[in-house]
């Protein structure tokens, strides 16, 4: 059986499983928000020594062969560039079509989400090496590590052979090991497609925020059926582009109903290797990179949602420059929440809420029932990007083998 059918399978039993559950019941709630906890934590249990392994034996065989250079200019240049795209999207489509305004509500808070950026460099350097293994969210300091270390055996082959041939062998063991955790990842599918579900009914439950939703979700289908496709077709003269599609499908079930773009990590190094035919050497650079940097999907909501709140609280045109202002101030802040896997958005959003000013310092409560959609719409958008872009990259490199679709998994 196709790995995305086993998924899809987990998240049709977990929307049936929810129609079960009393939604109105503490004890049933904490039990499923335990359940699922377990489930997420289980499929990030591999990311750091999987990421680690293989990132330094990428590294170490791009060194070795050149190919460094122009494997992290495609990298970033895609990255940019999606981000980009992702962030006109979102802002186009919500300046051609006005939704309802969302009602004015009247809390207030005292802990605004911020994003430090001084914790953000210091958790990429701490005291000890070693302690950048033990961090399963901030994987850039993992990956750094594991580039330092990677380049450094290329500077004499013969006394690092050693090494570079445990840490190949390690790669490959965290793959077999990533391989089984995502075949039962599968079965808690039910549990995170369960919660999820719960939380959907109670926020489309009075309709303010379903405009929203629909919008989201013909954003998503543009862009997967029709942006992305005409890029590949037109910029690796791929005839099939939908292939990538079909690919992509379980990882998008995956990151859309959990939200949270490391636990797809695993997932998508396993179907770029078996389904998209990416060799480990680019895979395991490409991939952790999108999964850090390549937040456009994060970028296109926190555009859409501000624009969204700006027209709840006043009648009035929103002047160019400022919208101007709020895609390049989405477009960056996108960049910046590699140390937050779930709820990034809805925390850029609170920035850029608290940096506009203007009576919008709390605007973004106006959204924080439905910040959970609105972050699985961000996750889908995340993880179509890594999945596109390290297929680009792979065959601008020429370091793909292409499989039949008939082999895809």
């Known amino acids: 059986m196709k790995l995305w059918l086993k998924y899809l399978i987990g998240a049709i039993l977990g929307i049936a499983l929810s129609l079960i559950i009393p939604s109105n019941s503490a004890g049933a709630t904490a039990a499923l928000s335990f359940i699922t906890d377990i489930v997420v934590r289980f499929g990030r249990y591999i990311v750091v020594p999987l990421l680690f392994f293989t990132a330094m034996t990428a590294i170490n065989k791009l060194r070795d062969t050149r190919m460094i250079l122009k494997t992290g200019g495609w ?12 962030t006109f999207v979102g802002l186009l489509s919500i300046l051609i079509v006005r939704i309802p305004r969302i009602p004015i509500t009247v809390d207030k808070t005292t802990d605004t989400p911020l994003l430090n950026l001084a914790d953000m460099v210091r958790a990429l350097f701490p005291t000890s090496a070693f302690e950048t293994l033990g961090n399963g969210s901030m994987l850039l300091a993992s990956f750094l590590f594991a580039c330092f270390a990677g380049g450094a055996c290329t500077g004499d082959q013969v006394a690092f052979k050693p090494i570079i041939t445990i840490t190949d062998a390690l790669s490959k063991l965290c793959y077999n090991i990533a ?3 995502t075949e039962v990842l599968s079965i808690g599918m039910v549990a995170i497609m369960c919660s999820w579900a719960v939380e959907f009914r109670s926020v489309i439950a009075g309709g303010t925020f379903l405009p929203l939703i629909l919008m989201l979700m013909c954003d998503f289908i543009i862009t997967a059926f029709g942006i992305y496709p005409a890029i590949l077709y037109y910029v690796c003269h791929d005839p099939h582009p939908f292939r990538v599609l079909y690919a992509s499908a379980c990882s998008v079930i995956v990151a859309f109903f959990s939200g949270d773009s490391n636990l797809t990590l695993p997932l998508n190094i396993r179907t770029g290797k078996e389904s998209l035919g990416i060799r480990r050497r680019i895979n395991g650079v490409t991939y952790p990179l999108f999964s850090i940097f390549a937040r456009g999907g994060a970028a296109l909501v926190t555009t859409v949602s501000f624009i969204v709140i700006w027209r709840s609280y006043a009648n009035l045109s929103i002047p160019f420059g400022d919208i101007l202002w709020i895609m390049f101030m989405s477009f960056i802040l996108s960049f910046l929440l590699g140390g937050i896997p779930a709820g990034g958005p809805f925390i850029a959003l609170s920035v850029l809420c608290t940096m506009y000013g203007r009576g919008f310092e709390t605007g973004y409560l106006l959204l924080k029932p439905a910040a959970p959609i609105i972050c699985s719409f961000a996750a889908a958008f995340d993880v179509l990007t890594a ?6 990259v792979g065959v601008k490199t020429q370091m793909i083998e292409h499989h039949s679709i008939q082999h895809f998994i």
Request: charged share 0%; hydrophobic share 65%; proline share 0%.
């Open 387 to 392: 999945m596109f872009g390290s297929y680009i």
């Open 75 to 86: 990298t970033f240049v895609v990255i940019a560039s999606s981000a980009l795209i992702l």
């Open 179 to 181: 391989t089984l955790f």
